[in-house]
Structure formats: C-alpha cells, structure tokens
C-alpha cells in the first residue's frame, strides 16, 4: 500500500526560505511521477511543481517559476520542494501526490499532472502547513 508522508512545513518571514521532504513507501520510488500542490485557506488546489520519473522533466507555473525548486532522491524515496523567497501569498497545506497508473506516465507530461492535480494523480500525502508572515 502506498505511503506519502509530507514534512518540513512551518511558519516564516516573508523572504525566507523552507525545504518540504515527501517520503515514499509503498511503490519503487523511481519509476513514478511525482507533484506537489498546495491549497490556500478558500482557493482551489493548485500545482506548484511535479517531476517525471522517465525524464526527470519538470514543470512549474508562473507563480512559483524561479523561486521553487523540485527534486528527487531515488536512493531515499523522498522527493523535496524547496522554496526561496517565500511570500503570503505561498501560504497553505502542500501536498505530495503520484500516479499509480504506471504506464500513463509514459506519455503524460509534468505540466499535464500539475495543471490537471487528481485527474490523474490519485494517491495523495496528510499535507503539512506552510505559513509566510511577520
């Protein structure tokens, strides 16, 4: 059964900077997809960022490009978000999220998970909360 555990969350200043780690049980870590999504207190989910495991392929939106960063660490099961110059408007609960489907993930780009979330990542992490403020 498989496990995503987020951690690494917590609050900061505007400006700073926080790594989230995603661990992994459950599936071999490296032929999977995997996104992160973060949720604001009455907005919808939104993809921050997702990696591809056939290419390493990533995607990010306008809103995080240059200030986040997603890798992956196949050797530990965890793939980690890094995020510089976190602002209030970063502020929610970040989820980790892969696709069970294995061979879909052939043919599905990082930016087709990300802007797409549940559509086709269907195990999700608990979320672990990030507040930016003074």
């Known amino acids: 059964q498989v496990q995503l555990v987020e951690s690494g969350g917590g609050l900061v200043p505007p400006g700073g900077t926080l790594t989230l780690a995603c661990t992994v049980t459950?599936?071999?870590?490296?032929?999977?997809?995997f996104g992160w999504f973060r949720q604001a207190p009455g907005k919808e989910r939104e993809g921050v960022s997702c990696?591809?495991?056939?290419?390493?392929?990533?995607y990010y939106p306008d809103s995080v490009k240059g200030r986040f960063t997603i890798s992956r660490d196949n050797a530990k099961n965890t793939v980690y978000l890094q995020m510089n110059n976190l602002q209030p408007e970063d502020t929610g609960v970040y989820y980790c999220?892969?696709?069970?489907?294995?061979?879909?993930?052939?043919?599905?780009?990082?930016?087709?998970?990300?802007?797409?979330?549940?559509?086709?990542?269907?195990?999700w992490g608990q979320g672990t909360r990030v507040t930016v403020s003074s």
């Open positions: 990696v591809r495991a056939v290419d390493g392929r990533t």
């Open positions: 459950g599936v071999e870590f490296e032929y999977y997809v």
């Open positions: 999220a892969t696709d069970l489907t294995v061979e879909r993930q052939a043919y599905t780009d990082s930016s087709d998970y990300c802007r797409t979330g549940p559509k086709y990542l269907n195990a």
